[in-house]
């Protein structure tokens, strides 16, 4: 579980231009501010660690390209810039992927690996490195959904 000495990172994805000028942006931040304030947690947010991703779809793995948010995210959970024990805050597991499941299970497992959590706003569950066998078919069947709606 969380602890008050966490650090909380809010990934913040949508894919079309048009989802711009609807909720989103503030519906998934505030989802984020939300979750860390109700469980004393520190929600990053300095710029460098400012994680969104604006009109890049996740069907087609742009947030992973070089310039992708996601990927910088990726990169310093490898690097140890973001510790281990840190949290992810996203939306729902589709704001990570909606690739097929055998290309998004195994970055979901990564990062669960790196003692990285990942909380889910819309459905309030916490993944850790500890997932059980229920953690993992849901969230298997939460990425083959998101992949099905994509294509």
Same mark, same amino acid.
């Given at each position: 579980?969380?602890?008050?000495?966490?650090?909380?990172?809010?990934?913040?994805?949508?894919?079309?231009?048009? =989802?711009? /000028?609807?909720?989103?942006?503030?519906? =998934?931040?505030? %989802?984020? &501010?939300?979750?860390?304030?109700?469980?004393?947690?520190?929600? @990053?947010?300095? &710029?460098?660690?400012?994680?969104?991703?604006?009109?890049?779809? %996740?069907?087609?793995?742009?947030?992973?390209?070089?310039?992708? =948010?996601? %990927?910088?995210?990726?990169?310093? @959970?490898?690097?140890?810039?973001? &510790?281990?024990?840190?949290?992810?805050?996203?939306?729902?597991?589709?704001?990570?992927?909606? &690739?097929?499941?055998?290309?998004?299970?195994?970055?979901?497992?990564?990062?669960? /690996? /790196?003692?990285?959590?990942?909380?889910?706003? %819309?459905? /309030?569950?916490?993944?850790?490195?500890?997932?059980?066998? @229920?953690?993992?078919? @849901?969230?298997?069947?939460?990425?083959?959904?998101?992949?099905?709606?994509?294509?």
């Amino acid at each position: 579980m969380t602890t008050l000495s966490t650090k909380a990172y809010s990934y913040i994805r949508f894919s079309t231009p048009e =989802q711009a /000028n609807g909720d989103s942006y503030r519906r =998934q931040r505030a %989802a984020a &501010e939300t979750y860390c304030m109700q469980n004393g947690l520190e929600l @990053v947010r300095s &710029e460098d660690y400012f994680f969104f991703d604006s009109g890049r779809s %996740a069907f087609k793995g742009k947030h992973l390209d070089d310039t992708g =948010q996601l %990927a910088r995210f990726l990169s310093f @959970v490898k690097d140890g810039t973001i &510790e281990p024990g840190s949290l992810l805050i996203v939306e729902s597991l589709d704001r990570l992927s909606r &690739e097929h499941v055998r290309e998004a299970l195994p970055r979901f497992l990564n990062i669960l /690996n /790196n003692d990285i959590q990942i909380y889910t706003a %819309a459905d /309030n569950k916490l993944y850790t490195k500890d997932y059980n066998d @229920v953690d993992l078919i @849901v969230s298997i069947v939460q990425m083959s959904r998101a992949h099905s709606e994509s294509s």
